[in-house]
Nanobody, 124 residues
């Protein structure tokens, strides 16, 4: 199971850190990704960390502002979001794909396990 947390209301330019706790599964291979879905929009890829090797991938709109990291002891993946903008407002989902490969990381179909989503609102 995946448990996402850390969402909230933040002003433009502010920061939030989302957490995705992976339980019942070992994240020794595959990928954990973050997707987001704004109101009345499709769910889109944000970032992913792929093992082994901890290769990290970002969608262009968040490069330089968002950072993915991993705590192996807690089997948790983080999404540090800085310089937040109103257009970052969305429900953020984490997902785990034990068999995800580099070529399909941005596709929802690569991920078998999904968290419940956490709402991020960027507004003044």
């Amino acid at each position: 199971q995946l448990q996402a947390s850390g969402g909230g209301l933040v002003q433009p330019g502010g920061s939030l850190r989302l957490s995705c706790a992976v339980s019942g599964r070992s994240f020794s291979s595959g990928a954990v990704a973050w997707f987001r879905q704004a109101p009345e929009m499709d769910r889109n890829f944000v970032a992913a960390i792929k093992r082994p090797g901890d290769r990290i991938y970002y969608t262009d709109s968040v490069k330089g502002r968002f950072t993915v990291s991993r705590d192996s002891a807690r089997n948790t993946v983080f999404l540090q979001m800085n310089s937040l903008r109103p257009e970052d407002t969305a429900v953020y989902y984490c997902a785990f794909g034990p068999s995800a490969i580099t070529s399909n990381l941005q596709s929802q179909t690569a991920y078998y396990y999904w968290g419940q989503g956490t709402l991020v609102t960027v507004s003044s």
